[in-house]
């Protein structure tokens, strides 16, 4: 699979060079976009359990080698995670059966930090994207959007990243952290018919949503959301690869994800 996406990978490469289209494997840099699971893995307040790692085996053996062996239990949705149509959306897409081609493309990175550092409630808005295209083009149809909130600099501090420190059901009226406007995902899902979308804070609605519509809108269209990402300020706005690969769970509603960035060769 990795092969055949940098393959085509390659061929961008040459269609945008008209020259030289050898692209080497090996000069690719990949920029990992998940953060690691760990007793430090940030959950949804309400979750009853966080991220579990058991040790199974663990030492020299008695025939002398070493060997370990561990067991893990985590909720599908912490850390960096996929949301799953069916998260918010009857009969649509499981994990398991989204199509690779939904988790694999080009992307843009639309930065809004400055807004969204500023006003912990931040909406990104309709006129953020077409400010962003002012200065770098239409986006084309089936691109995966990354939006910079600059939360993901805060990741695994609880306080800072959610807003509260709480965790329980008494956290939820307290969380404070930018999201997605509902008008703007149904903008995107429509006017640029968007294959996926993602951001570096803990929800792809703002921390405050009682209805959680970002999500209806996004999910209900039958394509994928990416949480709690890292690292989106090593990516450029433009000529990106993403490849995000979530645990192929059985009727799961989401997943926990490690995603990875290349730069398109111009």
């Not at 499981?94 to 409630?121: E, M, Y």
């Not at 986006?139 to 965790?167: A, V």
């Not at 993602?198 to 990416?226: V, W």
Request: hydrophobic share 35%; glycine share 8%.
């Amino acid at each position: 699979m990795i092969r055949l996406l940098l393959l085509f990978i390659a061929g961008l490469a040459a269609c945008s060079q008209h020259k030289n289209p050898v692209v080497s494997f090996n000069d690719l840099k990949w920029i990992d976009l998940a953060h690691s699971y760990d007793s430090a893995t940030l959950y949804w307040p309400n979750n009853r359990k966080g991220f579990e790692h058991v040790t199974e085996a663990e030492g020299k053996t008695s025939s002398g080698y070493y060997y370990s062996s561990y067991s893990i239990c985590t909720p599908e949705h912490g850390g960096t995670h996929l949301d799953a149509p069916i998260h918010f959306t009857e009969n649509k897409l499981t994990v398991d059966q989204l199509p690779l081609s939904s988790l694999t493309g080009t992307a843009v990175v639309i930065d809004v930090s400055r807004k969204a550092l500023a006003n912990h409630d931040y909406q990104v808005s309709i006129e953020d994207i077409e400010n962003w295209e002012k200065e770098n083009n239409r986006i084309p149809d089936n691109t995966i959007i990354l939006f910079r909130t600059g939360y993901g600099q805060f990741y695994p501090n609880r306080e800072k990243y959610f807003g509260t420190p709480k965790t329980g059901l008494g956290a939820i009226p307290e969380l404070h952290f930018p999201g997605i406007f509902p008008a703007t995902t149904q903008w995107l899902v429509e006017k640029r018919n968007i294959k996926a979308l993602g951001l570096d804070t803990p929800s792809l609605d703002y921390g405050q949503s009682k209805e959680f519509k970002t999500h209806q809108i996004l999910l209900g269209s039958n394509k994928p959301g990416f949480e709690n990402l890292a690292n989106l300020d090593q990516l450029p706005l433009k000529g990106i690869y993403i490849v995000a690969l979530p645990m192929k769970i059985a009727k799961g509603s989401g997943a926990p994800l490690r995603i990875i960035a290349t730069l398109i060769p111009q």
